[in-house]
Nanobody, 122 residues
Framework: VQLQASGGGLVQAGGSLRLSCTAS????????IGWVRQAPGKEREGVSC????????YYADSVKGRFTISRDNAKNTVYLQMNSLKPEDTAVYYC????????????????WGQGTQVTVSS
């Protein structure tokens, strides 16, 4: 399983970014795919996840109403649209995958991609 994350960058508070996670093979259709972030000095936090079976989703309370996760099976890609970004969203964002349903915590993921840096300036 290979997961390739992209789309990070520097944005001002209130701005938007879209992260992409491209997965190898057919795992988009069989695995839940999600995003985990880690800020300096903090533990990893499960941000959002989308299932493969019924499209159910999970969002951390800290991002509800601002972030939207979606999946394009034809492109083997999961997206995380991040709006109304805040300085506290600054972190390395990792794409991750697990068998079965959505993950609500970072520790539930089986496979990890590399991270992409998101920096939100105030």
């Amino acid at each position: 399983v290979q997961l390739q994350a992209s789309g990070g960058g520097l944005v001002q508070a209130g701005g938007s970014l879209r992260l992409s996670c491209t997965a190898s093979g057919s795992i988009i259709g069989s695995n839940a795919i999600g995003w985990v972030r880690q800020a300096p000095g903090k533990e990893r936090e499960g941000v959002s996840c989308i299932s493969s079976s019924d499209g159910s989703t999970y969002y951390a309370d800290s991002v509800k109403g601002r972030f939207t996760i979606s999946r394009d099976n034809a492109k083997n890609t999961v997206y995380l649209q991040m709006n109304s970004l805040k300085p506290e969203d600054t972190a390395v964002y990792y794409c991750a995958s697990k068998l079965g349903g959505v993950a609500t915590t970072a520790g539930l993921y089986n496979y990890w991609g590399q991270g992409t840096q998101v920096t939100v300036s105030s």
